[in-house]
């Protein structure tokens, strides 16, 4: 480890450190893009790096395929991204124009939905900074740690290996400290370190609000969403404790009735499995094209991704899944789970 490497990466050899300092030496202006339904890592990474290139004098262009939710529209730097959905002749013109472009927060150009044949079309080397498994090779730099918990994790520690830790602004701060809070469900995860905390005490020590970031991204909840909530928990929430799981199953009609919009059942399935004693729990609902999607989360050694796999059409991660069925009804698809439960108690059976 070197001085000016204390919490970052290992990826940020000084091989790699001088490529890209040649790349953004080419005339032209840079590109920094993340992955299609950008979270708050995929748009924080993005932001910090606008933040952090335009204080060092460089004016990079931010493009994301598609909009991103409107609790991270506080984040600095928003007022500048451009949406290939609403300006796909501004963004080409951009791509036209890059030296580089930055592939922040996913592994594969295709992750970028109907943005990648422009990016796939475009000359200008790639450097990908991510942390997804499996990286694709596409790049002219390919900056890949899966031990990190964010992008933005990572997009610190290339400010650091530049040896400009020090100078991190509370603004690329605050986008830092947002990607990681959002992809580490809080500092939560297994894939946080001592490093995840050292890096967010310094984005502090730097300016950075950590409530005031945590309340503009966490408490944004609408009164229908909570009576939706409220609602699913005390009239639609079934446990089998001698099964260890729990479920959750809504109809159309139920979510028309709390004038459902995307994302208000998010998090609802880790409700469930929030229980003491339960170690897989399941979302089921009625989507509005008739077909029924399932969410699946377990604890510990139990994988649900073959779950998914094996009964649902669906796949994912070990202890996060998800599938749909069409041409069943939603309570057809939950008793075919209820079904399974017996067979599944005996792994299921442990604590943790
Ligand atoms: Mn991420």
């Known amino acids: 480890m070197t001085s000016n490497q204390k919490y970052g990466s290992p990826v940020f050899t000084p091989e790699s450190m001088a490529q890209c300092a040649e790349l953004l030496a080419a005339p032209g202006t840079p590109v920094i893009t993340a992955h299609r339904g950008p979270d708050g890592d995929a748009i924080g990474s993005a932001l910090a ?142 894939s946080v370190t001592q490093g995840t905390h050292r890096i967010a005490a310094h984005l502090i020590e730097r300016g950075v609000d950590h409530a005031v970031i945590h309340s503009r991204v966490y408490d944004t909840n609408q009164v229908d969403r909570m009576r939706l909530v409220g609602y699913a928990l005390s009239e639609k929430l079934r446990v089998w404790p001698e099964h260890h799981a729990a479920l959750i199953a809504l109809s159309q009609e139920e979510l028309k009735r709390f004038h459902y919009r995307s994302g208000d059942t998010e998090g609802l399935v880790n409700q469930a499995l929030s229980i003491e004693g339960v170690n897989m729990a399941a979302f089921i609902h009625e989507s509005h094209d008739g077909r029924i999607k399932l969410s699946l989360r377990s604890r510990g050694s139990f994988s649900v991704r073959e779950v998914a796999a094996a009964h649902f059409n669906g796949g994912g991660h070990f202890n996060a899944s998800g599938g749909a069925v069409e041409g069943a009804t939603l309570d057809e698809v939950v008793a075919q789970f209820e079904h399974l439960l017996p067979g599944l108690a005996p792994a299921l059976d442990y604590s943790i």
Not at 50 to 79: C, I, K, Q, R
Not at 147 to 166: D, H, M, N, P, Q
């Open 49 to 190: 790096l606008w933040n952090h290139l335009s204080e060092l004098g460089v004016h990079a262009t931010v493009v994301m395929p598609d909009h991103y939710p409107s609790f991270l529209h506080w984040l600095p730097g928003h007022e500048s991204v451009l949406l290939f959905e609403q300006h796909a002749e501004e963004v080409q013109t951009a791509v036209d124009a890059a030296n580089v472009i930055f592939c922040l927060d996913y592994n594969d150009l295709s992750r970028t939905g109907a943005l990648a044949p422009v990016l796939e079309a475009s000359p200008a080397p790639k450097i990908m900074i991510d942390h997804h498994q499996h990286p694709k090779d596409f790049a002219a730099i390919t900056w890949s740690d899966t031990s990190r918990c964010s992008t933005a994790e990572l997009i610190y520690g290339w400010i650091e290996a530049r040896g400009e830790a020090g100078e991190i602004s509370p603004e690329t701060g605050s986008c830092l400290y947002t990607g990681i809070m959002t992809d580490s469900g809080s500092f939560r995860f297994p």
